[in-house]
């Protein structure tokens, strides 16, 4: 049973199938948010069952301009095949009448305008002109989906670029001179715990490429074994928020919704 996945709706997989279907994004964002877990749902459990419960009943409509921003970012190193497929309106601003119109038409495509996708191009720019850097990502493959059992749970990933004996993740950030804090206040070690198991590398061979979306700085940074370890802490807290909250059995997940409704969140001041 070594190559067989058990989701928590109950179901099993040949893990090979399930990571094929995985290029899918409809398929990866779709049924297997809720089938496995993954770095962004724990890092909903450690704010709260609410918080992870209410990711599963509604669809996610997160939205923000620093996730659109990094969405097309990644896209256009990437990907960027998916970036020139993207529509991109020639307004000033998202709340122009010829945008919202566009918008309505899209059947739930993402519609982007033409300073977004210029200003995705400056950070592609200001990426590919790091020689170290870019000669890194290069001999990389990108967008690689892994699904695994960490701490006997599933568990979904889907890796920026993949190369011969380390990961690199992409990151944007509003300033690159804060990220040791960035990266601890986004779980980003939960991330690097959990990659590094799923893959089966060690934590030395895991790198954050950063780029400052305002001063164009690039950042290389890898990580510590207090990092990783304080990653599988946090991952060993969610799930077990999770089994507290969320019981798994062959007909599906069972959700304890008089616990999580009478949950509150307590302290001292």
């Given at each position: 049973?070594?190559?067989?996945?058990?989701?928590?709706?109950?179901?099993?997989?040949?893990?090979?199938?399930?990571?094929?279907?995985?290029?899918?994004?409809?398929?990866?964002?779709?049924?297997?948010?809720?089938?496995?877990?993954?770095?962004?749902?724990?890092?909903?459990?450690?704010?709260?069952?609410?918080?992870?419960?209410?990711?599963?009943?509604?669809?996610?409509?997160?939205?923000?301009?620093?996730?659109?921003?990094?969405?097309?970012?990644?896209?256009?190193?990437?990907?960027?095949?998916?970036?020139s497929e993207n529509t991109f309106v020639d307004v000033k601003s998202?709340?122009?009448?010829?945008?919202?119109?566009?918008?309505?038409?899209?059947?739930?495509?993402?519609?982007?305008?033409?300073?977004?996708?210029?200003?995705?191009?400056?950070?592609?720019?200001?990426?590919?002109?790091?020689?170290?850097?870019?000669?890194?990502?290069?001999?990389?493959?990108?967008?690689?989906?892994?699904?695994?059992?960490?701490?006997?749970?599933?568990?979904?990933?889907?890796?920026?670029?993949?190369?011969?004996?380390?990961?690199?993740?992409?990151?944007?950030?509003?300033?690159?001179?804060?990220?040791?804090?960035?990266?601890?206040?986004?779980?980003?070690?939960?991330?690097?715990?959990?990659?590094?198991?799923?893959?089966?590398?060690?934590?030395?061979?895991?790198?954050?490429?950063?780029?400052?979306?305002?001063?164009?700085?690039?950042?290389?940074?890898?990580?510590?074994?207090?990092?990783?370890?304080?990653?599988?802490?946090?991952?060993?807290?969610?799930?077990?928020?999770?089994?507290?909250?969320?019981?798994?059995?062959?007909?599906?997940?069972?959700?304890?919704?008089?616990?999580?409704?009478?949950?509150?969140?307590?302290?001292?001041?």
């Amino acid at each position: 049973m070594e190559n067989t996945i058990i989701t928590l709706d109950g179901k099993f997989w040949d893990k090979n199938d399930l990571i094929s279907k995985m290029y899918d994004d409809e398929f990866y964002y779709g049924y297997l948010a809720s089938a496995v877990l993954s770095s962004s749902s724990l890092k909903d459990l450690l704010k709260s069952p609410k918080v992870y419960y209410n990711s599963l009943i509604r669809e996610n409509d997160n939205d923000s301009q620093a996730l659109r921003d990094g969405h097309l970012f990644h896209q256009s190193i990437l990907e960027i095949d998916k970036f020139s497929e993207n529509t991109f309106v020639d307004v000033k601003s998202k709340a122009t009448k010829l945008y919202k119109e566009a918008v309505e038409s899209s059947n739930g495509k993402k519609i982007y305008t033409e300073s977004e996708r210029l200003n995705a191009l400056r950070l592609r720019d200001a990426f590919m002109r790091n020689d170290e850097i870019r000669e890194m990502i290069e001999a990389c493959d990108y967008e690689i989906p892994i699904v695994g059992e960490v701490m006997d749970m599933p568990f979904r990933g889907k890796a920026d670029a993949v190369c011969d004996s380390f990961l690199l993740d992409l990151k944007t950030t509003t300033d690159i001179h804060s990220f040791y804090y960035s990266a601890k206040k986004w779980h980003y070690d939960i991330q690097v715990y959990l990659y590094c198991n799923l893959f089966g590398i060690d934590y030395k061979d895991f790198f954050f490429v950063v780029i400052d979306k305002q001063s164009l700085e690039l950042g290389l940074y890898d990580c510590s074994e207090e990092f990783y370890f304080r990653g599988e802490s946090k991952v060993a807290q969610a799930i077990e928020t999770y089994k507290e909250y969320f019981t798994q059995h062959d007909e599906g997940i069972v959700l304890d919704k008089k616990k999580i409704y009478n949950y509150n969140i307590k302290g001292t001041l």
